[in-house]
């Protein structure tokens, strides 16, 4: 394999796990400028060097080396080692052991009814060298997604629906707090998404986008947890910034302002052109004193159109340079004042502090939609047994009388 391929994978690799150059150079004692040259491509790897890293980063050292499924380490061994955590969680080995299973069971009725999709998502990988570079990679492709999936400017209203009609297995369960979610890529489940039930609404949204920016961007990467320990990776700040893009489309939250008539420079130049004489005039036109300044409850607006947080509203404007760094500080301290505007308007789904009661409802609704389908029409082609049927409406904690029932309705004609 070409040096600089190794390089990017074990750079790629090392910044999964939210490792500095130094730290990891350390751990397999070998000097920093080592481990730069060796992910610039310009210094070979010594096998015992790959080893080590490969250990280091909780992966296998032919991944590193080969594209080819088979040299994939079985999930089982793999996650465990990847997701510490789950050692020290039972519910949390549990939840993510299920969707594991549940997947596992999807990926193989998608092979036989040949509806295998992953390949329809886009692949984005792109090498990360600064925040700006993070940044911008997030907002061109969040655009170019909009675009692609026709979404326009509109708020997205269920987007585990839209995730999962790309071919990506989505659910949500319990998991700890510090944990927004995961993404997993690995031959035997296909792509997977996992995020925290126990998170409000809006939490959940911004976490299911976050996580589809690592199937866009990372899905070389057999998992992506995302935790806030490992906030400061490059690969973070970016499937961060792509969901706050994918959520809230620039020219959407113009939109938005326009309708508010919010947002405008407090003083803006008229172009007139003069056809007779052919030439040109402007004039200034300032707007009334103070009508132009965004107030708390125009970010609670905006988060209410776009069902994101007050904060994830505030922000985003500030990245689109809608509202100054001292602004936005200010409307942050006021946001209390907007959720309690939010609580008059009844949008408590909306607020941070929410209950997570509508959760519930969907922890595995979109995959076990999927799910059913799947296995509903194998039967009905005679791809899997009337008892393989019932297995999986158990696994789902479906009645499996009713289930039967309605595959056998299929085999019945139109």
């Known amino acids: 394999m070409e040096p600089l391929t190794l390089g990017r994978r074990l750079r790629a690799a090392r910044e999964r796990r939210g490792l500095n150059q130094q730290s990891a150079a350390e751990a ?12 610039a491509g310009t210094r070979s790897v010594s096998t015992a060097e790959l080893m080590q890293l490969a250990s280091l980063y909780g992966r296998q050292p032919a991944a590193f080396l080969s594209d080819d499924d088979e040299t994939m380490e079985e999930l089982s061994i793999f996650l465990p080692r990847a997701l510490p955590e789950m050692q020290g969680s039972e519910g949390f080995g549990a939840a993510v052991q299920r969707m594991v299973d549940l997947c596992k069971v999807g990926a193989h009725l998608r092979r036989q009814l040949d509806q295998h999709r992953d390949a329809v998502v886009p692949n984005y990988r792109a090498a990360l060298h600064s925040t700006t570079e993070a940044i911008r990679q997030a907002e061109m492709v969040a655009s170019e997604e909009r675009r692609r999936l026709g979404l326009g400017n509109a708020p997205l209203s269920n987007l585990a629906e839209i995730i999962t009609a790309e071919g990506i297995w989505v659910a ?12 997993l890529s690995h031959a035997d489940v296909g792509l997977a998404i996992l995020v925290n039930g126990g998170h409000s609404l809006v939490r959940r949204r911004f976490s299911y986008a976050h996580e589809y920016a690592h199937a866009l961007f990372d899905r070389e990467e057999v998992i992506a947890a995302t935790r806030r320990t490992n906030a400061s990776a490059l690969v973070e700040k ?15 939250v113009s ?12 003083r803006q130049t008229q ?18 004193s103070g009508s132009q300044t965004v107030t708390y409850q125009d970010v609670a607006t905006i988060a209410k159109h776009f069902l994101v947080s007050y904060e994830a509203a505030a922000w985003r404007m500030r990245s689109l340079n809608r509202i100054s760094q001292v ?9 209390e004042f907007g959720n309690d505007y939010l609580k008059m308007l009844q949008f408590t789904e909306l607020l941070d502090d ?52 309605l595959a056998r309705a299929l085999t019945s004609g139109p």
């Open 238 to 252: 970016r499937a961060n910034a792509f969901a706050a893009a994918f959520l809230m489309p620039a020219e959407g």
């Open 271 to 288: 172009i007139i052109f003069d056809v007779a004489n052919n030439s040109m005039s402007d004039t200034e036109i300032r707007p009334p």
């Open 28 to 39: 397999i004692d070998i000097p920093r400028t080592a481990l730069t040259n060796i992910e």
């Open 354 to 405: 929410s209950s997570p009661e509508t959760g519930e409802r969907e922890r595995e609704q979109e995959l076990r939609s999927e799910l059913i389908r799947l296995a509903t029409e194998a039967f009905r082609r005679e791809e899997i047994t009337l008892p393989r049927l019932r297995e999986i409406a158990m696994k789902l904690d479906l009645p499996a009388n009713e289930v039967v029932s």
């Open 255 to 266: 939109e938005q302002l326009q309708q508010i008539k919010k947002g405008y420079p407090s």
């Open 172 to 183: 949500a369960a319990e998991l700890p707090d510090d944990f927004s979610g995961l993404f």
């Open 327 to 335: 602004d936005a500080q200010e409307l942050i301290s006021k946001k």
